[in-house]
């Protein structure tokens, strides 16, 4: 199947032409497809159709092993009955609008601040697809930001000061900071995990810089100072240039790498309208190891 790919943005994101992912079964289709994401990091695909049960199916033919230690896993049963496929939406079981104080919406609604899936896990998050279920009739974008052209603009000064450092991912540190402490039996099944602050990842030799509202604190350094860092980083990283906003439509799949970019959803009014997706997360695990279910 020949695919072409329109950009969205000058530096990365591609609207995929029409395909059924659904049935996407090829092994060589979907190598195209991976390839694709390591030039683009963002692939919009349009008008798809999943159960729950096919787009995990989906994601483990496309990726392999799935990310199931979520946040959401640790404060309430998955509306979908599998902690792999993550409810990114502001109701609960019964279909109804979450309450303002609900603790699964204090929870989701910090998505909106930059972030990567699942960098406080070891295997960090690889790819994320997002599908959109239920659409409300207000914008309710998400924004992403382009890593791999964010470490390029920095001088080289930065480049040598950074280059070596890690840091401590943790999902306990970035909601306290937003003013949600998950309980301590809670805070013990998300124990944060740490990685290198520039990342090479294995499918593109360009560095990319590996950052997240969940980075605590640079290792080798004081903590405020490494704060500090992160936080000029993360300035840096999300000027306008290096920014696309996907306007949702229904049935959109959004497929990103978080090694090479970092996400956040945009405020609309959630205690009026419904927002309904469903989101998968792979591993990244050295794809020689990673068994991929066809
Ligand atoms: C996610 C996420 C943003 C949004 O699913 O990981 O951050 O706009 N979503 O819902
Ligand atoms: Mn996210």
Known sequence: MSLSFKRIHPDFGAEVS??????????????ELRDAMAQYSVLVFRDQHFSAQEQLDFAKRMDGELHAKTSSSVLAKNRYGNEALTDISNVGQDGDILGAEDRRRMNGISNRIWHTDASF????????????????????????????AAYDALDDETKRTIEGLHVNHSIVYSRHTMGFDFSPEESERLPGA????????????????????????IIEWPIPEGRLLLKDLIEHATQRKFVFSHEWRLNDLVIWDNRTTMHRARPFDDKKYKRELTRVTTLDLPREKQARVA
């Open 194 to 217: 740490t990685h290198p602050l520039v990342k090479i990842c294995q499918d593109s030799p360009r560095k990319s810089l590996y950052l997240a509202s969940h980075a605590s604190r």
């Open 18 to 31: 029409a395909i059924d992912l659904n049935q996407t079964y090829d092994e060589q289709t979907l190598q």
């Open 121 to 148: 896990e070891d295997p960090a998050g690889r790819y994320s697809m997002l599908y959109a279920r239920n659409i409300p009739p207000v914008r309710a974008d998400t924004e992403f930001a382009d890593m791999r």
